[in-house]
């Protein structure tokens, strides 16, 4: 950690230059003693990047940035507070802190919270950002988080991890045994000094597999931001044993919209054809598998088993996009075409042979516009083509 970086003549032509493409930035070089020109570069594109994500610590003054890259991987402002309020108490201890997003919404919900930090600089970086965000009910530890366990006899209210995927990994992540640290031999350990655990994983990670691979998951909490899946969040508990709630949200800038039910309920859905209204279930819902459940909760009929959009008369506040059905048509591209005046319009394919591409390629019909056309299957097992307003 450079604290030169922290002078007010270097914090100010980094704040001026937040719109100055860096490559400029670079080819002039550094004016500054002790500062290079890479470090400057390396706050601009940080503090750049924390501008909509990070808006705490964009606003805040003498913020210290670390690699971008760990601005990448850190929570978002909205998830970590969304996390915070699973579990409140007296103390957690977070041993993948990170840039330390997730400590500071802790620390609004906990009395006392432990940031550790195997990167010594990342955590002083931490540390003092905190200071500047006055931040006072946060211990700090630079070394590995499970081995501080280890050496404390301290016990703490929750215990929060954020495995990495390990560098060794080219690509995505899938399974809990591609991160670290590798949490499932060491769940029994980590409930020697926690009842609760708190474990976030990649979305793309599948959630019968992640369940089979813990013990004792209580919660899965599905959180999406304007439709995209961010994180899972596994809540575990010393000794539970019983039903699991999955609770999905999904963040938007109007409303949130949430949708809760019981993991491997023995519901099934009731199917329709197309009536007034169509329904497309968000990304954290489709993220869940909670298919038949949409059916039982929202008094809607689904289309067919595996296209997962649903159907009503009358319409019902749905968690997803809504919208009014004008026709209902086999599949036959010139029909199609006839309603298109235009030839403009938004496609989906849901459970259908043909990709979007291809369907593009075939009717001419460019994107955009105002109609929203759905290409699926109905429960008779015929292809049939949806064109609606979006409400």
């Not at 964009?58 to 402002?77: C, D, G, M, R, V």
């Amino acid at each position: 950690m450079n604290i030169n970086i922290l002078q007010p003549e270097v914090q100010h032509f980094i704040k001026e230059n937040l719109k100055t493409e860096i490559t400029k930035v670079i080819l002039k070089g550094s004016s500054f003693k002790n500062v290079s020109i890479q470090e400057i570069a390396n706050q601009i594109l940080a503090k750049q990047k924390s501008e909509k994500k990070l808006s705490t610590w964009f606003h805040t003054e003498n913020i210290y940035y670390p690699a971008k890259l760990s601005i990448e991987q850190t929570s978002s402002e909205i998830t970590a507070n969304y996390k915070s309020k699973i579990v409140s108490s007296d103390s957690i201890i977070d041993i993948t802190g990170g840039f330390g997003v997730d400590a500071f919404y802790f620390s609004k919900q906990f009395k006392n919270v432990t940031h550790c930090e195997i990167n010594q600089e990342l955590s002083e970086i931490v540390k003092h950002n905190f200071q500047q965000l006055k931040v006072n009910n946060v211990d700090f530890f630079s070394g590995n988080g499970t081995n501080f366990l280890k050496e404390t006899n301290k016990k703490f209210s929750c215990i929060y991890i954020d495995p990495s995927r390990r560098d060794d990994l080219k690509g995505k992540v899938f399974l809990l045994k591609d991160c670290q640290p590798y949490i499932s031999p060491k769940i029994d350990f980590f409930f020697t000094k926690t009842d609760y655990i708190l474990i976030k994983v990649s979305p793309i990670l599948d959630l019968t597999q992640t369940i089979n691979e813990l013990k004792n998951v209580k919660e899965i909490h599905i959180v999406s931001i304007n439709n995209e899946v961010k994180e899972l969040l596994f809540l575990l508990e010393k000794n539970y044993n019983n039903s699991i709630a999955i609770k999905t949200v999904n963040f938007k800038k109007e409303k949130v919209q949430t949708f809760n039910f019981i993991f491997d309920e023995d519901v099934t859905s009731e199917y329709s054809e197309p009536l007034s209204y169509l329904y497309e279930p968000n990304s954290a819902i489709l993220k869940s598998g909670g298919f038949h459940q949409i059916t039982n909760k929202l008094n809607v009929f689904k289309l067919q088993q595996h296209s997962h959009l649903y159907t009503s008369e009358k319409q019902v506040n749905f968690p997803g996009r809504t919208f009014k059905i004008e026709h209902v048509l086999p599949y036959d591209k010139k029909k199609i075409i006839k309603l298109l005046p235009d030839k403009k319009a938004n496609i989906t394919t849901r459970n259908f042979p043909k990709t979007v591409a291809q369907i593009r390629k075939e009717t001419k019909i460019k994107d955009g516009g105002n109609i929203f056309i759905f290409f699926s299957t109905n429960k008779s097992e015929k292809l049939i083509v949806i064109i609606c307003l979006k409400i």
